[in-house]
Structure formats: structure tokens, C-alpha cells
């Protein structure tokens, strides 16, 4: 029988499984491990005040077709949101969201004159007549190229906030290659400006298509429907500590290292693995098997971040508004600074939370900056219950709150990490039988993890069928 391994059992694994399984047929049997006692990885729904709530991804991209597919694939509802906008405080104020960039870079100065102050309109107003721009060969530095072309004040109060809700980091320390890709080619192809290529990335006429999708129940439906139709043994709270090859197969090693006490190893065997797993294991458990692979891995910087969510009471008063923004320094009409990057009203931007208790959920954590992360639970709560008093006036008091934290839970894209995963993908295309997946890769969304899922369940079919 073959047997296929699976390390990590978060969307990009159980993806992986689960295509591997139609790939394969009944016969092959498909064991997935996981290091916690529970499946999913940033996939988590929990019950709040009775109600199945994302405390992990809330979302993906529907305008990208993997997530959405898969989602359909599995007889799952997609949802889209309501028409509520968002909003950013930016430069002490709040004000909507503008339409008309791409992740914040402007494709005229008009579509963010509203979050801009009159001289940062003006420095937007001029970026086209600067020098033509020409980007070198490989990824350049996103923060210094836009504040050299738009100035300081575009990146601070609306790159930044967007960038932050994305990867939890700021411009400053991501690649325009990495992170805006369609941008850099479209002034390989010719844009002069960063405006102009901004404005060839917008449609021609506004799309009635939604931009988002989720689950009804939760998007922890997405792993137990993949758990289920993978038929896969999934075994939870088991670590791999070792991989190493075994003639043309595999052989893992399973839970804690051997011991005095407990000197038998638990090991298995498999005809192929596929590695669906953060970084920092990745680079442990390639580091003889690959080690330029482990190398690679190794480089890539983490953030971390928390997810406050608060169930107010029914009847509660929110914004009219899908969330806030919150922009990095950004302080109230008093100077007392913010420690949330960002609020979700949950119960407006989602119809299906329309009754019941009102759903919010601040986000917090930038990366290099641990902040409020280094208070325990009860005070994180207390920090962004006044924080959403200050933006909003909401003093509601819970009838229930969950704080998740996701220690080193968003890769950061910098201006080395395309040359990285040319590394980790080259040198594991010359190990047959193994092939890595997950948000390490190309992209921390949930479409970019089901692509990387299902190119590496395409690697390891095509091998165990040679």
C-alpha cells in the first residue's frame, strides 16, 4: 500500500491530503500529523456566546479562484460581505477607506485626498512627474521606494495600516516584488510612476464581483470537511521531530526524543512527504535532510499578533462601518496612543450575524513590536476595550471575550524572500518524494495556501506514479 506523510494539519496541509486522495485513489493511505492537539493551523472557529466565530482567518480573497473553489468543491455556502465600507483613523481622524489604490499606493491623487493632509495630496499629485521609474532585477525595499516617490504621510497613515492587517508588518520591512507584485510588472512593462501602475491595476469599470468570501458556520468547517473527505489519519498532538530518508522511502520519527526511561523510538514509514509547516520546523526538520532548504527557511523573519473577540450584548450600537483601521502611531484627540492595529465589526460586515450578540474582534501585534502582547489576557482585553471606546464610544460590556494569540504566526514577504523560496524550491526539487507547502511560500492568504497545497500533492502523485 502506499503511504503518503503529511507534516502539519493546518489549511495547507489537509489541502494537500485531501487532493492527494483523489490523486491517488482509495487504496493509498495518507497519515497526517500535527503538533497540537487540534487541526486547522489559522483556521480556528470557536463558540462565542453561542455563536460559531473565527478567531483566525475571518476571510479569503474571492477574486482569487483557489480558495473559492475548494470551498464550493466541498458543498460548503460561501458568503460575501455586507455593503458596509471600512474606515481608517489616520492622521488623528477617522475617515472611509479610499477606493482607487492598490494596497494603499494611489492611482491619483484625488482617491486619497480625503486621508491625506494637503501637502501629502500634493506630494501624491507629483510622484508622475518625478523621474521615470526603473526597478532593478531583483526586489527592492517597498518603504523606501514609496516614501522617496509619495513621501512619508501616504505610507504612514494608509500603506501601512492596510500592509498591517495583511502580514502584521509594515512597509518598511516588506519587498515590492513580494508583496505587490502586479505593481513591479506593470513598471517593468512600462509605467513610469507607481501612480500609473497603480491605475493599470484598477479595472476599467467597478466590479459588481465581491472581493471576499467566508462560511456561514465558521471557516473550521473548511478543515472538518477536508479531515473528513481526505480519509485521512490524522493524528493530532503528535510532533515530528525527525525526517530522513530510507533507501527510496521515508522514515519519521514521531513525539519526543528517546529517553532513558523511554528508549524506543516511534517511527513510520512513508513513500513520499509533503512538509505543510511554519518556518521555523521547516528549518529543523530539513536541516540534514536539505540543508539549503533548512537555510532558506531559517531566514524568514516572524510577527506575531493577538486576536481579541468581544461579544456585546444584543442591540449594542456599532459604527456604520465593516471595521476600522488603525494606523501605527496613531493616537486620540487626548495623544493617548492606540495598542489595536485594527477593530472587525463582525456584526456589520457579516449578514449572518445579524442578530444575537453583537461580534467584534481587535486585532494587535505588529511585527517587532510586542506591546500590549506582553500583558496577560485580562489586561490585552481591558487594553482594546478601551481602545474601541475611544474610537467608536462602545463601552458595552462583554457578555463574553476570547483572547487567541498566534506566537510568530505571519511570515514576513521582505525584499530577500522571492530569492529565499527560489532557494527552499530548488533544492527540494532534487529530493524526490518531497515536496513543501504553506504560507512560507507565495502568500500568507487562503488562496495562495491551497495553491502551494495542491502544487506539492501534484509533485508527490507524479513521483509515487514514476
Not at 475611544?390 to 504566526?409: D, K, Q, Y
Request: charged residues 20%; glycine residues 14%; aromatic residues 4%.
Amino acid at each position: 500500500m502506499t503511504r503518503v506523510a503529511v507534516v502539519g494539519a493546518g489549511v495547507s496541509g489537509l489541502t494537500a491530503a485531501y487532493r492527494l486522495r483523489q490523486l491517488l485513489g482509495t487504496g493509498a493511505e495518507i497519515v497526517v500529523f500535527e503538533k497540537t492537539r487540534t487541526p486547522g493551523g489559522k483556521l480556528r472557529t470557536t463558540e462565542l456566546a453561542g455563536v460559531p466565530y473565527d478567531v483566525g482567518a475571518e476571510a479569503f480573497l474571492a477574486r482569487r479562484p483557489e480558495m473559492l473553489a475548494l470551498v464550493r468543491e466541498l458543498g460548503l455556502d460561501v458568503v460575501h460581505p455586507t455593503g458596509a465600507r471600512a474606515k481608517i483613523h489616520a492622521g488623528g481622524t477617522v475617515t472611509g477607506l479610499p477606493p482607487g489604490t492598490v494596497m494603499g499606493v494611489p492611482a491619483s491623487a484625488e482617491s486619497v485626498a480625503g486621508v491625506l493632509s494637503e501637502a501629502g495630496r500634493r506630494a501624491v499629485e507629483a510622484e508622475v512627474s518625478l523621474p521615470e521609474l526603473r526597478l532593478p532585477g531583483g526586489d527592492v525595499p517597498l518603504g523606501p521606494l514609496l516614501r522617496e516617490r509619495f513621501g512619508d504621510e501616504l505610507v504612514d497613515r494608509l500603506v501601512d495600516p492596510l500592509l498591517g492587517g495583511v502580514y502584521a508588518g509594515g512597509a518598511d520591512g516588506l519587498g515590492l516584488r513580494a508583496t505587490m507584485p502586479g505593481l513591479a510588472a506593470a513598471v517593468a512593462a512600462g509605467a513610469g510612476s507607481l501612480t500609473a501602475a497603480a491605475a493599470s491595476q484598477l479595472p476599467a469599470s467597478p466590479s459588481s464581483a465581491p472581493v471576499f468570501g467566508t462560511v456561514p458556520g465558521g471557516l473550521g468547517t473548511v478543515v472538518d470537511r477536508l479531515t473528513e473527505l481526505s480519509g485521512a489519519d490524522l493524528r493530532t498532538g503528535l510532533p515530528v521531530c525527525d525526517i530522513e530518508r530510507n533507501g527510496t522511502s521515508w522514515r519519521l520519527r514521531i513525539g519526543a526524543a528517546p529517553t532513558a526511561h523511554a528508549p524506543a523510538e516511534n517511527t513510520i514509514d512513508a513513500d513520499a512527504v509533503v512538509l505543510a509547516v511554519p518556518a521555523p520546523s521547516a528549518r529543523r526538520l530539513l536541516a540534514d535532510l536539505v540543508p539549503a532548504a533548512s537555510a532558506a527557511f531559517g531566514e524568514v523573519e516572524l510577527a506575531s499578533m493577538a486576536v481579541v473577540a468581544l461579544a456585546l450584548p444584543p442591540g449594542t450600537e456599532l459604527p456604520s462601518a465593516s471595521g476600522i483601521l488603525i494606523g501605527q502611531g496613531e493616537r486620540d484627540a487626548a495623544g493617548v496612543p492606540y495598542a489595536a492595529k485594527a477593530f472587525t465589526f463582525s456584526s456589520r460586515k457579516w449578514a449572518h450575524f445579524g442578530t444575537g450578540p453583537v461580534l467584534v474582534r481587535g486585532s494587535v501585534g505588529r511585527f517587532g513590536e510586542l506591546g500590549a502582547l506582553k500583558a496577560d489576557d485580562v489586561e490585552l482585553v481591558r487594553v482594546v476595550r478601551d481602545d474601541l471606546a475611544r474610537l467608536t464610544g462602545v463601552t458595552a460590556e462583554p457578555v463574553e471575550t476570547l483572547v487567541t494569540r498566534w506566537g510568530g504566526g505571519l511570515p514576513q514577504y521582505g525584499t530577500g524572500h522571492l530569492e529565499r523560496v527560489e532557494r527552499i524550491e530548488k533544492a527540494i526539487a532534487g529530493i524526490p518524494g518531497l515536496a513543501v507547502a504553506g504560507a512560507t511560500l507565495h502568500g500568507v492568504g487562503l488562496p495562495a495556501c491551497v495553491a502551494t497545497a495542491e502544487a506539492a500533492a501534484q509533485r508527490v502523485a507524479a513521483h509515487l506514479s514514476a
